[in-house]
């Protein structure tokens, strides 16, 4: 069973920085991409960054010079590196997985964690 446990989240004012953390834990095979997703109230789910398997990373274009993404192979974590930060940014943030093996793909969530941006 694969379980993803995010951490980091919690109140900031405007213009600070936080670290988000994701463990994954289990057998967890050929994985694809690792992302951080974030919904805030009354909106959709957005990707907000992704590293793939290969190492190299996207971001959506809110995020980009403010948010860095990266992993630690070894152990199966990614963290999410968030400077100043806005208002906007306030939202629940969400760990994804996907693997691949042959043609059968698994998609993995974590419970989230909030991060508030409020002065």
């Known amino acids: 069973q694969v379980q993803l446990a995010e951490s980091g989240g919690g109140l900031v004012q405007p213009g600070g920085s936080l670290r988000l953390s994701c463990a994954a834990s289990?057998?967890?095979?050929?994985?694809?991409?690792m992302d951080w997703y974030r919904q805030a109230p009354g909106k959709q789910r957005e990707l907000v960054a992704a590293?793939?398997?290969?190492?190299?990373?996207n971001y959506a274009d809110s995020v980009k010079g403010r948010f860095t993404v990266n992993r630690d192979s070894a152990k199966n974590t990614m963290y999410l590196q968030m400077n100043s930060l806005k208002p906007e940014d306030t939202a629940v943030y969400y760990c994804?997985?996907?693997?691949?093996?042959?043609?059968?793909?698994?998609?993995?969530w974590g419970r989230g964690t909030q991060v508030t941006v409020s002065s």
């Open positions: 994804h997985i996907w693997t691949q093996v042959m043609e059968i793909r698994n998609d993995y």
């Open positions: 590293v793939r398997r290969d190492g190299s990373t």
């Open positions: 289990g057998v967890i095979f050929s994985i694809q991409s």
